[in-house]
């Protein structure tokens, strides 16, 4: 299984520039997150989905935008890039309600505005 | 709202020494905790969680974590580290049947040959 897979690794942005962060996964899990992940501010959630056209915002959605379309994908949109979103960006799913609620991450998306 | 508290920024400890990373939580209700390690240019990796039951959880690569209501207090702890151990460590936290994740700054861990 690939699990969770975040397209493109690294990418750098200019001012103003938009652009969106690619997640998917193929375990079936019904929710998904995206965070970021600032030096020595461990992660912090933007927006999650509790299952295909369900969002809700997390506590630093300002700048972002969300969608879920199908159970598979969770793109992450960022309109006018600023300076300040330049981070390291997660996406992570987790099976639904029970005992087994360990969120499973991608590798990440570098991102710099410049 | 549920918090989360690494208190050091970084942890070393010598090659086969015991070694223990601390995290006290601020939650509603019962809590979920987890410990998820993070390892360079990789995302987050789950270790150990606990739900309910024995305050020892036992999880990945040996490593053990106990839950203490009183103190509200969930250390993470390994008998004998590893230099392979060295990495970043976030204790995160959810009240029962919340969809959300608090999440710890995280320590980096140090494991000196």
């Known amino acids: 299984n690939a699990g969770v897979t975040q397209t493109p690794k690294f990418r750098i942005l200019k001012i103003g520039q938009s652009m969106t962060l690619q997640c998917t996964q193929d375990m079936n899990h019904n929710y998904m997150y995206w965070y970021r992940q600032d030096p020595g501010m461990g992660l912090k959630l933007i927006y999650y989905?509790?299952?295909?056209?369900?969002?809700d915002k997390g506590e630093v959605p300002n700048g972002y935008n969300v969608s879920r379309s199908t159970t598979e994908d969770f793109p992450l949109r960022l309109e006018l890039a600023a300076p300040s979103q330049t981070s390291v960006y997660f996406c992570?799913?987790?099976?639904?309600?029970?005992?087994?609620?360990?969120?499973?991450f991608g590798d990440g998306t570098r991102l710099s505005i410049l | 709202a549920q918090s989360v508290a690494q208190p050091e920024d970084q942890v070393n400890v010598a090659e086969g020494n015991p070694l223990t990373v601390k995290c006290t939580y601020s939650?509603?209700?019962?809590?979920?905790l987890f410990w998820y390690v993070q390892y360079p240019n990789r995302g987050l990796q789950f270790l150990l969680k606990y739900i309910t039951g024995d305050n020892l959880v036992k999880g990945s690569y040996g490593f053990e974590a106990e839950f203490n209501k009183s103190q509200t207090s969930f250390h993470l702890k390994k008998p004998s580290a590893l230099v392979s151990d060295s990495a970043l460590y976030f204790c995160a936290v959810s009240p029962y049947g919340n969809n959300r994740l608090a999440f710890g700054k995280g320590n980096q861990v140090v494991v000196i040959p």
């Open positions: 992570a799913s987790r099976r639904g309600t029970g005992r087994n609620q360990a969120q499973h």
């Open positions: 989905s509790v299952g295909a056209g369900i969002t």
């Open positions: 939650v509603s209700g019962n809590p979920y």
